[in-house]
């Protein structure tokens, strides 16, 4: 957190940046109107703490500036006593809150905290609702997309939990984007994080919070993920890599709907809508006892399980073609037709890595491209680094894999891709170190 402290006397600046830095806060000062224009339009703060009387320029009028720069710190208005009404003036005006002198530097922490975090969530949910209109869309009209379609809308009216399945890169996040923009809540936040790519140390931290002190390292109090996604959704992928010991926690949560920051005393509701995602085998999970049978019939109410791309093929070329509209939009080039050749061949594919694959093959096209439509010899559906094949392409027909099978030569391609490094592999598939290694060990690989 940075923060600008606007205030004419010396004192007042000094004795709270100090405090501040001892919150672990970065911050700034300036004594005056033009001090602060300076810093603002140089630098970016996550809060401002205006003085409300100031030489020259008054407190109100840089507030009324930062509005018309379309600043979007939000101001703390510091008063005295007999200023009240002119700081619920600039309440009224756009100020976030303010403290009346002398106050407890603590409490204006406390505030800062809740303000930021608040307003990280807004941004959050800007970029949840921008991301979701230009790139996250259900495409297709096979009968399986209709389907699909047809049970969003029917589940948009409640705030049932929802647990989706699905091959890795098979849009179960935009599934569950579609879900949070078509239900009741569409105007909260939608909060997404991925339960394979954070250590097992800090997901308690990170789904529930913590108070300052609560553990080494805590130095101040830490809004969780529940937290954020308030009335909104919250969305828990990989939901199979969840550590025992935190499944019967968030066990906890959905059967009370309630959660305690990690150190905190008191219980705070959860009003949000979860949705959760796999693409391992849940119900064997269950069997074998890596997840547990209680939390499964919690998060299983409403089941969504989205088909392979292979098994809907017919959607291919309306996929493809939204696919290189958005990649040459950020490449800044004309977007290209797709060639029937090229379409036949990416129908007879088998696609182990499914959506994420074909935007992979179509970006490398893109690249190789050079006339008004990709080409056949554009479309590279070999991995030519690996001795495994990925595809025999048949001008009759597909070529007949095993899902294990497709599921084994689509690790071993992409480790050859990236010279056996497990990491960055894991992040070419969409999926966690922890899966990769596990697939590794089952195939021996």
């Known amino acids: 957190m940075k923060v600008l402290i606007i205030d004419d ?48 320029m008054s407190g109100q009028e840089i507030l009324q500036w930062i509005q018309a720069e379309g600043i979007r710190s939000p101001v703390i208005m510091i008063s005295a006593h007999g200023e009240i009404p002119d700081a619920v003036a600039a309440l009224k005006s756009g100020a976030a809150d303010y403290l009346t002198k002398p106050f407890d530097p603590a409490e204006l922490v406390h505030r800062l905290s809740i303000l930021v975090s608040s307003r990280k969530r807004e941004d959050m949910l800007e970029a949840g609702k921008r991301t979701s209109k230009a790139e996250n869309r259900l495409i297709g009209d096979s009968q399986a997309m209709r389907d699909l379609g047809l049970l969003i809308d029917r589940i948009s009216g409640s705030d049932a939990t929802v647990l989706i399945t699905g091959e890795s890169g098979t849009g179960k996040e935009v599934v569950a984007r579609e879900i949070h923009s078509r239900g009741r809540n569409s105007g909260e936040p939608f909060v997404a994080v991925n339960i394979g790519g954070i250590h097992e140390s800090l997901m308690e931290s990170e789904l529930f919070g913590h108070e300052k002190g609560s553990f080494t390292g805590a130095t101040a109090r830490k809004i969780g993920l529940f937290e954020l996604a308030g009335t909104g959704s919250l969305f828990l992928d990989e939901i199979g890599e ?24 008191a219980d705070l509701p959860v009003q949000a809508r979860i949705i959760s995602a796999t693409n391992r085998n849940i119900e064997g999970m269950v069997k074998e006892g890596q997840f547990r049978e209680d939390l499964y019939y919690r998060l299983n109410v409403v089941r969504i399980s989205l088909p392979p791309l292979r098994e809907r093929t017919e959607d291919i070329p309306s996929i493809a073609a939204y696919l290189v509209e958005k990649i040459s939009s950020r490449m800044n080039r004309t977007p290209p037709g797709i060639s029937g050749e090229a379409l036949e061949a990416l ?10 694959e074909l935007e992979n093959i179509l970006e490398r096209a893109l690249i190789y491209c050079r006339g008004n439509a990709i080409a056949l010899p554009d479309i590279d559906l070999h991995d030519r680094s690996s001795s495994v094949p990925t595809a025999r392409l048949s001008p009759s027909k597909p070529s007949v894999l095993s899902l294990d099978g497709v599921e084994r030569d689509a690790l071993a391609a992409a480790l050859a891709r990236h010279d056996g490094n497990r990491t960055h592999a894991a992040e070419d598939l969409g999926i966690s170190r922890r899966t990769i290694i596990n697939k590794i060990r089952t195939y021996g690989l």
């Open 347 to 356: 129908g007879l594919y088998p696609f182990p890595g499914n959506i994420r």
């Open 9 to 56: 006397e010396l004192n007042i600046r000094e004795s709270l940046k100090k405090y501040l830095s001892l919150e672990k806060i970065d911050s700034e000062t300036a004594a005056d109107g033009i001090e602060a224009q300076k810093l603002l339009r140089e630098d970016r703060f996550d809060a401002v703490v205006l003085d409300l009387r100031l030489p020259g």
């Open 242 to 265: 969840m550590p025992q010991n935190l499944q019967v926690k968030l066990l906890r949560v959905l059967q009370e709907r309630k959660i305690r920051r990690l150190g905190g005393t």
